[in-house]
């Protein structure tokens, strides 16, 4: 330990020359053991780390960047930090993320939204996931494609697109509320009625009520102006507007869960239970649908294949040099039926 020991004294940082010679291996070795290279011995990787650890040895992560030619660090924009379903899936996306060598930082540009995408802008990310609802401005795209940052979920003409398929859920819920006699039924939105129209929740939902022999009537859908960056505030304040004006609505879908349970407690308030007087259905599955009471139905999909598909995928881009454009990814949705849903009751 005494020519560490001198060495240290000598200088004040510790280089992957320094790391090799008290492991007894390759600078080679060293390199590509912090680079997350799979072609080390497990035996050489343990000795490396160790020494790294003795000589208190910090990767210089600038340093390296220059040298790969990118920064092995993955934004992920998301606009509801409180909703649950945004990090079930981010946690896949990390993990997978981590595992390749990547770092991944979360952006939650609900508030000041010019602020923190002018934040975002100063980075240098190797990609950028979008989570969010926000129609970015042309600027920053243009920035992003500058840099060749990978735009997963800014569009196909921009890269990678990742979504889900609701319909045939969609329907099996429509069909289960049609067996249980319900016609009046309505729907909750967190986002603006032309976003709504064209999402496939919504798209599925007007486009089949008559066909389920549910009424026609707009008067039974509430939506947010814009995007409600609260959907827990927002499906509670729509549903009560919305039950307030329309009391003889027997069911109504949430397009997320936690709007459901907004709506949900909405209903208590004005009197009704949930699911003997009106039925509620959210959407994304979070792990508190099935413990919250009564346990919400709702339409789910694979948290885990999805993330660590997208992570994959947008590290696929990054390390071939591709934007990724073109490449839609969709998970099924299926349905789960549980305590909010029951036989109609008309008022």
């Keep these: 330990m005494g020519e560490y020991a001198a060495m240290n004294r000598r200088k004040d940082v510790i280089t992957r020359k320094d790391v090799a010679i008290k492991a007894g291996v390759s600078v080679a070795t060293v390199s590509n053991v912090f680079s997350g290279k799979d072609i080390v011995s497990p035996r050489s990787v343990e000795r490396v780390l160790q020494a790294a650890k003795e ?114 859920a969609m329907i099996a819920f429509m069909e289960k509320l049609r067996e249980l006699g319900h016609t009046r039924v309505g729907f909750v939105s967190t986002i603006d009625e032309s976003v709504l129209r064209r999402d496939e929740r919504g798209k599925t939902f ?71 007087d009106i039925s509620v259905i959210g959407f994304d599955n979070i792990a508190l649908t099935e413990s919250y009471i009564p346990s919400v139905s709702t339409v789910g999909f694979d948290k885990k294949e999805y993330g660590q598909n997208m992570a994959k995928k947008t590290i696929e881009c990054i390390l071939e040099k591709s934007t990724g454009k073109g490449y839609d990814f969709k998970v099924k949705s299926v349905p789960y039926f549980r305590e909010s849903i029951g036989v109609a009751k008309y008022r």
């Design 206 to 276: 007007f486009a089949n009520r008559e066909k389920m022999g549910f009424a026609a009537n707009d008067s039974y859908i509430v939506c947010a102006k814009g995007s409600a960056f609260d959907s827990l505030r927002f499906g509670y304040t729509g549903a009560k507007e919305l039950l307030s004006r329309c009391p003889e609505i027997t069911a109504l879908f949430a397009l997320n869960d936690l709007a459901a349970i907004g709506t949900i407690r909405a209903a208590k308030e004005l009197g009704y239970d949930c699911p003997r």
């Design 55 to 168: 000589l208190r040895y910090v990767p210089n992560s600038t340093a390296r960047s220059l040298s790969l030619g990118r920064s092995n660090h993955i934004g992920i924009a998301i606009n509801e930090a409180i909703n649950p379903f945004h990090m079930e899936i981010v946690k896949y996306v990390e993990d997978y993320a981590i595992k390749n060598g990547f770092l991944v930082t979360i952006f939650d540009i609900s508030d000041s939204l010019k602020g923190k995408i002018s934040f975002i802008e100063k980075f240098s990310l190797d990609a950028l996931i979008n989570f969010t609802t926000v129609q970015f401005y042309d600027e920053f795209c243009e920035i992003l494609q500058s840099k060749n940052t990978v735009m997963v979920n800014f569009g196909l003409d921009k890269g990678p697109s990742f979504g889900r398929r609701d319909e045939d």
